[in-house]
């Protein structure tokens, strides 16, 4: 288990680079599975869960190149199948939440699709019943072995494509499918369909491969089948994850950084959900730039005077991996609000570590928080804790980070799964941190 030993309350300045998005990578990732020809995708994020995707593609016998730094080339021209039925497969299947989005390349081109229960945040329940019903409806039949926890779909005679109401709009689930429908029989519409830029990218990407998705950034997708895919080229956006992290960053250590390159088109409502805790987010160009906040930061009340509340909501609505560093910066918020966490049903739970650090958040309930700010009149106190999730882990990063003295963070493996070089990039910016081995 790794650790990070922080020591807070400096200011910190200058600009930071954002990585390549985690989730669109996971995604465009297993899209390379769809032809024997060559794709070549740019700016992939250097962080452990696209690292174990990489490496299970490469166990599946994709030849994978890299070819300079985020650049990588694959081609699954002759990829071994036994590999599907292999304990190997289990360890790295079982490894991160992404590989769930190898099954429908997979039954799309060969017939067949398995997976070990994947692995990703313990943020609740984390159902796949979406990914496997969409299966259903082009024609596969299921299974799973209980006791091995092992998904499978088949469809020998190949799939039929067909209308789908998605009983909720998952992102993997949604990519998932739309990766399975490609190579269909016929059509298929995909309605109450995720449409989060990750999804956006995937589908640009699948049709400069040959493939007809049409309604591409709505809620309903009609995919016309194609008999192959050809190769490509592609580029992952910049993570609004961690764009949004480094606002927090920025706001709750009272420092003056400019985020650089952020494809502002695509960022959706987080600039406008940040400054309503009264941050002040400013376009320069394509950067964004944050002032220091000397004077702190006001959360905004509602136009009738009522309590702030921020919330969660598929896209275009605010996204629940945000929301743990929105709540996070609203402890030195002046003035209340009340964060509703309506996807995750156990993301909540890290706020003991701040309120141990000082903070003044009540627990409503499992997907619910009032946070009392403090306006900077009373610093966080450093403190020793543990990482239980990935954006929970930089949260309380930024928190150690505004705190006075020097706080330690176990389990920093979470934190590595999405943030690339953190402990360099946030040196660049004068923040004193250290890995511990
Ligand atoms: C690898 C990857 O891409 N992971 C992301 C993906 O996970 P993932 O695709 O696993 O998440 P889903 O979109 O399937 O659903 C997330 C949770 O939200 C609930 N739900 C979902 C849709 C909906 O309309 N109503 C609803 O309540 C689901 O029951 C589930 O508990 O999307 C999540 C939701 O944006 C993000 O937190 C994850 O970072
Ligand atoms: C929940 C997340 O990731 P995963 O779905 O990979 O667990 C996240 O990126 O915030």
Not at 108 to 131: E, S, V
Not at 229 to 241: A, S, T, W
Not at 317 to 340: M, Y
């Amino acid at each position: 288990m790794g650790t990070f030993q922080i020591e807070g309350g400096h200011r910190l300045s200058g600009e930071i680079q954002p990585q390549g998005a985690k989730n669109e990578a996971l995604q465009i990732l297993c899209a390379v599975l769809l032809t024997e020809e060559t794709v070549t995708i740019n700016n992939i994020p250097d962080i452990l869960d696209v690292n174990k995707l990489i490496n299970l593609l490469r166990n599946l016998g994709v030849k994978i190149e890299h070819i300079g730094k985020g650049s990588y080339t694959f081609k699954s021209d002759e990829l071994d199948m036994n590999y599907l039925n292999s304990e190997q497969f289990k360890i790295d299947g079982g490894g991160l939440r992404g590989s769930i989005m190898i099954v429908g390349p997979m039954l799309g081109r060969f017939g067949k699709g398995f997976i070990p229960k994947p692995g990703g945040d313990k943020i609740g329940r984390r159902r796949l019943d979406t990914h496997f019903e969409g299966f259903m409806k082009l024609g596969a039949d299921f299974r799973y072995n209980k006791e091995e926890r092992f998904y499978g779909v088949e469809a020998p005679n190949g799939l039929k494509g067909d209308f789908m109401l998605l009983e909720e709009a998952s992102v993997t689930g949604t990519a998932n499918i739309v990766m399975a429908a490609v190579l269909a029989e016929g059509t298929t519409t995909i309605y109450n369909a995720a449409c989060e830029p990750y999804l956006q990218q995937l589908c640009n990407m699948l049709n400069s491969m040959g493939a007809k998705i049409s309604g591409v950034g709505s809620n309903l997708l009609s995919i016309e089948g194609v008999e192959k895919l050809v190769g490509c080229e592609h580029r992952i956006l910049p993570d609004m994850v961690e764009i949004g992290s480094w606002i927090g960053l920025a706001a709750m250590t009272k420092s003056e950084i400019t985020i650089k390159n952020v494809n502002w088109g695509m960022l959706g409502i987080i600039p406008t959900t940040f400054r309503k805790l009264g941050i002040t987010v400013e376009k320069r160009g394509d950067d964004i730039y944050i002032p220091a906040h000397e004077d702190g930061y006001e959360v905004q009340s509602f136009i009738d005077g009522s309590i702030m509340n921020i919330s969660d909501a598929p896209w275009p609505g605010f996204t629940p991996d945000l929301l743990s560093i929105i709540l996070v910066v609203a402890t030195q918020a002046r003035g209340s609000v009340l964060i509703h966490q309506k996807m995750f049903e156990s993301r909540l739970f890290f706020v003991d570590k701040l309120i141990d650090m000082g903070a003044k958040i009540i627990l409503c309930d499992p997907h619910r928080a009032t946070v009392i700010g403090h306006d900077f009149k009373s610093q966080l106190k450093a403190t020793t804790m543990t990482s239980p999730d990935i954006r929970a882990g930089i949260s309380l990063l930024i928190a150690a980070l505004s705190a006075k003295g020097t706080s330690t963070i176990h389990n920093i493996e979470q934190i590595d799964r999405g943030y690339e070089h953190v402990v360099k990039r946030l040196k660049g910016i004068g923040a004193k941190i250290t890995r511990l081995e």
